[in-house]
C-alpha cells in the first residue's frame, strides 16, 4: 500500500534498520558497541541464540569493514592468460576448484575478463581447435580497496557479480574479492569441495592428493602417512605451516613439508583451515634406485 512516501535508498534502509534495533532494545543504546553489549545480554538471557547472535556482530562488522580486510592479493590469485588453449585451462581450474578466473594479458598483469569454467565447458564439448577466450570473457568488475564491504554486497546483488577485481591506489591490480567472502563475514564460512566434515581430518581427494584439516594433530598426519614430522613444538599440522611460513597462512600459499607439497586451500586472517597435501614424486638414479 501506497503510504505517500518516497522509496528508501539502500543508505536509508541502513538507518532504518539501525532504528528499529535500537526501538528493540531500548533508549540506552547510542552506538554500535552499546549495541553489541544489549544483543550479548539479550544472547545471556537467551532472546538471542549464539548463531543468530553471530550473524548480527557479522552484519555490524561488515558496515565498518573494507575490501582491503577481506581480498585475496594478487600474488595469491589464480589467474588465466588469455593466449592459453583450452586444453590447457583444464589443469588449473580442475587444480583450483574454483568456478571463475580473472583473465590476465601476456605482457602486462592487466586483468582484460573473467572466464566463468561454465562457459569453457561448453567450448571443449565441442572439440573446438579455433578457440578464442575473448569470445568467452565476461566483463571485469573493478572496485577500491577502500571499499567498504557493505557498499559492495549491494553492488554484487545489484548487478548480479559474483567477483570484484580490486585496484590499487595506482591503478594496478592489488587482489579480487568474490561475493562468497563478503557473506562469510556474516554467516561464517560457508562450506565447499575444499571443505571436510569435522570427524573427517583427512580425506583422499585424487592420487596422491588429500585434503587435509590444519587442526589435525601431527601425531595424526604422521600416524596417517607413516611419515615423522615434528611435533615436539607444535601439536597441529596447520601450526607447523604457520612456522614454516613464518605468518598466518593465505589461501593459494604453497610450501614444502617433509615429502609433501602443501597448498592452503582455506584460511581466514586467524588461521589455515584447510589444505591441499600432495606426496612429492620420488627422484629414481639411472639404476632404478631412490635418489637421497
Known amino acids: 500500500m501506497d503510504d505517500g512516501r518516497p522509496p528508501s535508498t539502500d543508505g536509508q534502509a541502513e538507518r532504518a534498520w539501525y532504528h528499529r534495533l535500537l526501538d528493540l ?56 592468460d588469455r593466449d592459453a588453449r583450452a586444453k590447457d585451462l583444464v589443469p588449473i581450474i580442475t587444480e583450483s576448484g574454483h568456478s571463475r578466473f580473472p583473465v590476465i594479458m601476456d605482457d602486462r598483469d592487466e586483468v582484460v575478463g573473467i572466464l566463468l569454467a561454465k562457459d569453457l565447458l561448453r567450448v571443449l564439448a565441442d572439440d573446438n581447435d579455433s578457440f578464442d577466450i575473448s569470445e568467452c570473457l565476461r566483463p571485469a568488475s573493478r572496485i577500491p580497496e577502500s571499499k567498504r564491504l557493505d557498499a559492495l554486497l549491494r553492488e554484487f546483488r545489484t548487478n548480479r557479480n559474483h567477483m570484484a577485481i580490486v585496484m590499487d591506489e595506482f591503478g594496478g591490480t592489488a587482489g579480487l574479492v568474490t561475493i562468497e567472502d563478503v557473506l562469510e563475514q556474516i554467516v561464517g564460512d560457508i562450506d565447499d569441495e575444499h571443505d571436510l566434515d569435522e570427524d573427517d581430518t583427512i580425506t583422499r581427494d585424487g592420487e596422491d592428493r588429500w585434503l587435509v584439516q590444519a587442526l589435525t ?32 597462512p593465505r589461501r593459494g600459499e604453497r610450501l614444502r613439508l617433509g615429502d609433501f607439497e602443501v597448498r592452503v586451500a582455506r584460511a581466514d586472517r586467524r588461521r589455515a583451515q584447510t589444505l591441499i597435501v600432495r606426496r612429492r614424486p620420488v627422484k629414481r638414479s639411472k639404476s632404478g634406485q631412490d635418489a637421497g
Open 25 to 80: 532494545f531500548g533508549a540506552e543504546v547510542q552506538d554500535r558497541e552499546d549495541l553489541r553489549e544489549t544483543l550479548q545480554q539479550a544472547h545471556e538471557n537467551g532472546l538471542v541464540d549464539r548463531e543468530a547472535l553471530s550473524m548480527l556482530d557479522g552484519v555490524l562488522a561488515v558496515s565498518e569493514m573494507q575490501v582491503r580486510d577481506i581480498m585475496v592479493p594478487r600474488s595469491q590469485m589464480v589467474v588465466i
Open 217 to 248: 594433530p601431527i601425531e595424526d598426519f604422521n600416524e596417517h602417512f607413516s611419515v615423522s614430522l615434528p611435533d615436539d613444538e607444535f601439536d597441529t599440522i596447520g601450526g607447523l605451516v604457520m612456522h614454516k611460513l613464518g605468518h598466518v
